[in-house]
Nanobody, 123 residues
C-alpha cells in the first residue's frame, strides 16, 4: 500500500507558476514510477507527466511539454511538478499516482492515487 498526499495547488494568473508536491508513504518509493494527472470539470482525467522510479526518464503530454517539469527526491519520498507559463486550460484537479508497471501514460495502469489538489489559472 502507498499513501499519496498532494499539496501546492492554488489560484494563479495566466503566465504564472506553481509547484505541486506529492508526499508518499508506505512501500519503497523508488520501486514505483510516478505520474501526474489532471481533471477539469466535465472532462476525463488526462495524463500530464510521469517519471521512472530512478528519476532517469521523464514523459510529458504535448500540451505541457516545455512548460512543466516533473522531478522526484527518493530520499525524501517526494514527487514534484513545476508548472510555468500557466494557461487557463491548465485549470483542474491535479492528482499524483504510483505505478508498478511500465505503461505510464494511462490512468488505468496506476495502482495508487492521491486525493488531488486544485489548480485554477485565471485569464
Amino acid at each position: 500500500q502507498v499513501q499519496l498526499v498532494e499539496s501546492g495547488g492554488g489560484l494563479v494568473q495566466a503566465g504564472g507558476s506553481l509547484r505541486l508536491s506529492c508526499a508518499a508513504s508506505g512501500r519503497t518509493f523508488s520501486n514505483y514510477a510516478m505520474g501526474w494527472f489532471r481533471q477539469a470539470p466535465g472532462k476525463e482525467r488526462e495524463f500530464v507527466a510521469a517519471i521512472s522510479g530512478s528519476g532517469s526518464a521523464t514523459y510529458y503530454a504535448d500540451s505541457v511539454k516545455g512548460r512543466f517539469t516533473i522531478s522526484r527526491d527518493n530520499a525524501k519520498n517526494m514527487l514534484y511538478l513545476q508548472m510555468n507559463s500557466l494557461k487557463p486550460e491548465d485549470t483542474g484537479v491535479y492528482y499524483c499516482a504510483a505505478n508498478r508497471g511500465v505503461t505510464l501514460t494511462r490512468a488505468a495502469n496506476y495502482d495508487y492515487w492521491g486525493q488531488g489538489t486544485q489548480v485554477t489559472v485565471s485569464s
